[in-house]
């Protein structure tokens, strides 16, 4: 197992290069850069724009190298934990980020357990009860939370929660939290909030998580073993929790490592809408500014994020599964 | 209700499934009785309901199954409780299942859980119909029970996962599961089927040489008559659920009746008679949604009297003593 994880760690070094050249040349790819950007706003201000102003600008900044000099140059500031500067926000990207993120994680952490606690559950109740009342009325509901977008949720739920309490339930925080520092009222006021944009984040991969584990254990109720644990005189429900269902959650653990990039980019588009502080409108705003270092700093670190994701739901994958454990590993 | 000796009598039993494309009659009529320490034999081609009898003896059907009539007898302490009378998920029938009659399955596999260790699966059943014994205790007998089924190393292979052992290892294993609780009654649902034909030869001998051991009685599915003839006392003959003939084996052997009996005995190869045209039973078998009147056999039926067979359901008749068949060649009437 310690062997596995080291190797896993190793092959993390590969992606995440691969990831870096393609996340910089990706925000690269628009033609300008910043500063020409940030002249086009001086200009459009109708304030003058001095010519040796801006190339003193790029000198400074190194956007008159060549564009394989830069990568080099930022991958190298990297392994130094230096990711850059913002241009926009005139402050280091590591600090842009670290006020940011923690919400973000937050965020798609809640709607990770929300995903894998409602669902799998329903899953179970939807495949031992197939084709009842209760399996028709979840995979109807399951069916409408894939097919509603995230943004048009959003906006549905506020809606709804303006209608009903009068409140908007925009931020993670009330007014009086906002700038406050942590403290449990701070902690419980942001859980009255958090809970809209993990259920609007989460209710896609729920939907999804349900179909797959019904239909996993669909499959695994039909298998001889169950028949045999039947026919040592185990009681059904015991039956089922030790071998069906503990069988059928296996390979839902291994959607957890296509789970998380879409939780991801979910509280992004959600965050847009609702207007959290999270890392989402920050990186919206860079990539229109062209502001490349915090673009692809971000970038980055939500890969590794990613990364360290699936690196954890493929050990917890070998931890449930012999199988798993004594094949690969 | 008395057991007339028998550990295990089935009387005229129905199990249908029911599906939307209609009604299956798995079993459509199915009698026998088994005696303490013998061995029966339940053969037919696939598809006739040797499995379905099985599941339906322990109430272990899959969910469409349901067992509509008949008589399942298990004798206790000289009384017989019917065990289709008894609450399908009931502690009654949990205590019979694994304990008294114990089924041994085709697919050695893909019957055990691939996540838990075979010794998991064995102490588990011990320890569920022997509430006192501590987990030690039962762990010893489950390795005194590999033992006995010839596992190689049991102390060890106890804690390998099914997938670490070979499929003849995995039947040891399942036999050795099924006999962890002393069982009166032993099923085994086709045990070689899925294993090698060297294995085959193995298994067999070992569950011939434990019922000697142990005297349970066996019920011993197959397909194939030559496990029968090297194994069964009594012999029941299947064809599309219901029961067309019973007998001892010498009686289905010697002295077959039934036409589906003799064209499975005429079906299979012999060394002895150097090179002999083997005589296939023509036709195939109908579909069991298809209503069929009349004798299930008639329409392969090298004997089939037209106005007769093709409308009536044949009885059954005793014609010898312990010998039964259901075929119209054997009137009720000519015997007395």
């Known amino acids: 197992m310690g062997e596995f994880i080291v190797r896993r760690l190793l092959l993390m070094i590969p992606t995440l290069i691969i990831v870096s050249s393609i996340a910089f040349f990706v925000i690269q790819a628009p033609p300008g850069d910043f500063v020409s950007a940030h002249a086009a706003r001086l200009e459009e201000r109708g304030q003058d724009v001095d010519r040796a102003v801006l190339e003193a600008m790029r000198a400074r900044y190194g956007l008159d190298q060549p564009i394989h000099v830069q990568y080099f140059r930022w991958v190298r500031n990297m392994l130094r934990g230096d990711l850059g500067v913002s241009f926009d926000w005139n402050a280091p990207v590591t600090a842009v980020i670290a006020r940011r993120i923690p919400n973000s994680i937050l965020i798609s952490l809640v709607s990770f357990l929300y995903v894998y606690i409602v669902a799998i559950p329903i899953g179970m109740l939807s495949a031992v009860r197939q084709y009842s009342l209760a399996d028709y009325f979840f995979t109807f509901v399951a069916f409408i939370g894939l097919g509603i977008p995230n943004f048009l949720f959003a906006l549905v739920v506020l809606w709804l929660v303006f209608s009903a309490t009068g409140s908007v339930m925009i931020g993670l925080f009330s007014t009086e939290y906002v700038d406050a520092a ?76 296509w789970t998380l990039p879409s939780l991801v980019t979910g509280e992004m588009l959600v965050s847009l809408v609702l207007g959290l502080p999270t890392l989402a409108p920050v990186f919206f705003r860079s990539l229109q500014m062209q502001d490349m270092y915090l673009a692809g700093g971000i970038v980055f670190v939500l890969t590794f994020l990613t990364l360290i994701g699936t690196l954890v739901s493929d050990i917890l994958l070998g931890w449930i599964d012999p199988r798993i454990r004594f094949s690969s590993m | 209700m008395t057991d007339n000796g028998n550990v295990l009598t089935v009387r005229n039993l129905k199990t249908h499934f029911f599906s939307r494309e209609g009604t299956l009659k798995a079993i459509d009529g199915v009698d ?52 289709l009378t008894l609450d399908e998920e009931g502690p009654e029938i949990r205590r019979i299942r694994g304990k008294e009659i114990a089924m041994i399955f085709q697919e050695p596999m893909t019957s055990f859980s691939p996540v838990h260790t075979i010794g998991n699966q064995i102490i588990e059943s011990i320890r569920l119909h022997n509430r006192g014994l501590s987990k030690r205790e039962a762990r010893a007998r489950a390795i005194d029970m590999l033992h006995r089924v010839g596992m190689p190393n ?25 006999l962890s609780c002393g069982p009166r009654v032993l099923i085994a649902d086709e045990p070689t089927t899925a294993v090698d034909v060297t294995i085959q030869a193995q298994v067999l001998e070992l569950l011939k040489e434990l019922q000697g051991q142990l005297g349970m009685a066996v019920i011993m599915i197959t397909h194939d008559l030559g496990v029968i003839a090297e194994l069964a006392d009594r012999v029941l003959i299947m064809y599309l659920g219901k029961g067309v003939e019973f007998g001892t084996v010498e009686q289905i052997f010697h002295n077959p009746l039934h036409p589906y009996t003799r064209g499975l005995l005429a079906s299979i190869p012999k060394l002895t008679r150097g090179r002999e045209v083997i005589e296939p039973i023509q036709g195939t078998v109908p579909s069991p949604y298809d209503p069929l009147t009349g004798c299930p056999f008639n329409p392969r039926c090298a004997h089939r009297m037209a106005g007769v067979c093709d409308l009536e359901m044949p009885e059954v008749v005793e014609v010898e003593e312990g010998h039964r068949v259901a075929c119209h060649l054997y009137p009720k009437d000519a015997q007395t």
């Open chain 2, 154 to 178: 049991p102390a060890s292979t106890i804690d390998e996962y099914p997938f670490n052992l070979s499929g003849g290892m995995r039947q040891r294993a399942m036999i050795a599961m099924a």
């Open chain 1, 182 to 257: 942590w403290s449990w009222s701070r902690l419980l006021d942001m859980a009255r909030h958090i809970w809209i944009p993990a259920l609007i984040v989460g209710t896609e991969g729920t939907a999804k998580i349900v179909r797959v584990m019904r239909a996993n254990l669909l499959d695994e109720l039909q298998k001889p073993y169950v028949m045999v644990a039947r026919a040592k005189g185990l009681p059904q429900a015991r039956v089922n929790y030790k071998y069906p269902f503990r069988i059928a959650v296996n390979p839902v653990v291994s959607t957890i490592g």
């Open chain 2, 32 to 83: 026998f009785e088994l005696k303490p320490g013998e061995v029966l034999g339940i053969a037919g081609e696939s598809g006739c309901g040797k499995s379905v009898t099985a599941q339906s003896i322990l109430r272990i059907l899959p969910k469409h199954g349901r067992t509509v009539d008949g008589e399942v007898l298990l004798s206790r302490n000289g009384a017989a409780v019917d065990l």
